[in-house]
């Protein structure tokens, strides 16, 4: 249980296209989901917060324009990152929490999707 | 605000030798403490966490860890390992209740198990 995915796992795009990618909670609802990104050799940085049915709380110094969170399903958030450019390549990651296991404080991380922006 | 510190970038261990992780935190106010493991290309797979009670505790693999309150650690150790260990590893501090969690990552651990 408790399975987590992503699509795409990887995507290859133009400089200045936009580029969605989906997290599902599969087997669980998430009315809590996190979308963190990755650098080579780096630990996770968390981008923001997304909430099912109210707008994503971002952290410092993302631009919540550029990278856009929807929620709109206990099974489902997305992140589009608008006009991409090159350094936005990157690995990003999202992970869910149980809507039912609060108290486990538990995070289900997705397998995660690589971005490269050419 | 909390943080983490993984004192080493970088582990070598040989094959069926014991191995210590060290990870530190700080923080004003209680935390939750967990492991992760993330393979090449992979998302993170929970190994264990400390929410309260015993201080050590056990996890998947083999692993397990003890949260010492007052050196504020949080120790991966493993008495012996096996290539399939070979991966990065997070330590990771929560703070917050109810509907709101904050993860704070840690730079990671690679653990790199020489045959």
């Known amino acids: 249980g408790a399975v987590v995915s992503q699509h795409p796992s990887w995507v290859i795009c133009k400089s200045g296209t936009s580029v969605k990618i989906e997290c599902r909670s599969l087997?669980?609802?998430?009315?809590?989901m996190f979308w963190y990104r990755q650098f080579p050799k780096q630990s996770l940085m968390l981008m923001a917060t997304s909430n099912e049915g109210s707008k994503a709380t971002y952290e410092q110094g993302v631009e919540k324009d550029k990278f856009l969170i929807n929620h709109a399903s206990l099974t489902l958030s997305t992140l589009t990152v608008t006009s991409a450019h090159p350094e936005d390549s990157s690995f990003y990651i999202c992970?869910?929490?149980?809507?039912?296991?609060?108290?486990?404080?538990?995070?289900?991380f997705g397998p995660g999707t690589r971005l490269t922006v050419t | 605000a909390q943080s983490v510190t993984q004192l080493d970038s970088q582990v070598p261990v040989f094959e069926e030798a014991p191995v210590e992780l060290r990870c530190n935190y700080s923080s004003s106010v209680s935390v939750y403490l967990f492991w992760y493991v993330q393979y090449p290309n992979q998302g993170l797979q929970l190994l264990l966490k400390y929410l309260s009670g015993s201080t050590l505790v056990k996890g998947i693999n083999g692993f397990e860890a003890e949260f010492n309150k007052s050196q504020t650690s949080f120790h991966l150790r493993k008495p012996s390992v096996h290539i399939s260990d070979t991966a990065e590893y997070f330590c990771a501090v929560s703070v917050g209740s109810g509907g709101y969690q904050k993860v704070t990552f840690g730079i990671g651990t690679k653990l790199q198990v020489i045959p």
């Open positions: 992970s869910a929490r149980d809507a039912g296991r609060q108290s486990s404080y538990e995070q289900y």
């Open positions: 087997d669980f609802q998430a009315t809590t």
